[in-house]
Every structure is written in structure tokens, then in C-alpha cells.
Nanobody
Framework: QVRLVDSGGGSVQAGGSLRLSCAAS????????MGWFRQAPGKEREGVAY???????YYADSVKGRFTISQDNAKKMVYLQMNSLKPEDTAMYYC???????????????????WGQGTQVTVSS
């Protein structure tokens, strides 16, 4: 049974940092594309970062240079290190997975078959 469990959200002041974690119970973890998405109230879900098999990464322009996605294949864990947080980063963050092939060239798509329950990130000014 596939299961993704997100954790690590919280409330921080602008400029602060948080590290999100995702525990992935996936068959053949290494054959999945992993991603972090977020959704703010009244807005559509948007892609934040991808990490592909082989550790190729992609980032949304709004988070480049501030967020870092990583994974530990042996532990089946995905992480999102978020630094220099801004109020506009406030959202529910979701871990996601989809079997390969991965979106070509990091094309943003919510066509991921598996989703975590979400973890709330709130950044105050």
C-alpha cells in the first residue's frame, strides 16, 4: 500500500527556516519522481520542487536559491529545506510521488498519483 506522510511544518517569522520531511512507503522507491507542492487558501496547488531518480532537481522560480529538495533512497525519505521564508510561502505543503517517467524537463504538473496529507507552513511578517 502506497503511503506518504508529511511532517515538519509550523509557524515561523519571515527570514526563518523550516525543514519538511516525507516518509514514503513506495514499492520500488527509486523508480519514482518525488515532488513538493503547496496550496494557499483560494489558490491552485502549485509545484515547488522536484527530485528525480538520479537526484536531478527542479525548483519553482519563486523558491530558487531559498529551498533545497533532497532525498535518502535507503530511508525512502524526501526533504525540503526552506530558508529565508517569506509570508507568501504560507501554504499547506504536500509531498507527492509518481512512477517514472517524470515530467519532461521539470514541467510543472499536478499529475502525480500519490499525495501526502499535507503539513501547514505559516510565515508571519
Amino acid at each position: 500500500q502506497v503511503r506518504l506522510v508529511d511532517s515538519g511544518g509550523g509557524s515561523v517569522q519571515a527570514g526563518g527556516s523550516l525543514r519538511l520531511s516525507c516518509a514514503a512507503s513506495l514499492y520500488s522507491y527509486s523508480r519514482n519522481c518525488m515532488g513538493w507542492f503547496r496550496q494557499a487558501p483560494g489558490k491552485e496547488r502549485e509545484g515547488v520542487a522536484y527530485i528525480y531518480p538520479g537526484d536531478t532537481t527542479y525548483y519553482a522560480d519563486s523558491v530558487k536559491g531559498r529551498f533545497t529538495i533532497s532525498q535518502d533512497n535507503a530511508k525512502k525519505m524526501v526533504y525540503l529545506q526552506m530558508n529565508s521564508l517569506k509570508p507568501e510561502d504560507t501554504a499547506m505543503y504536500y509531498c507527492s510521488a509518481r512512477p517514472i517517467p517524470c515530467p519532461y524537463g521539470g514541467t510543472w504538473s499536478t499529475d502525480f498519483g500519490y499525495w501526502g496529507q499535507g503539513t501547514q507552513v505559516t510565515v508571519s511578517s
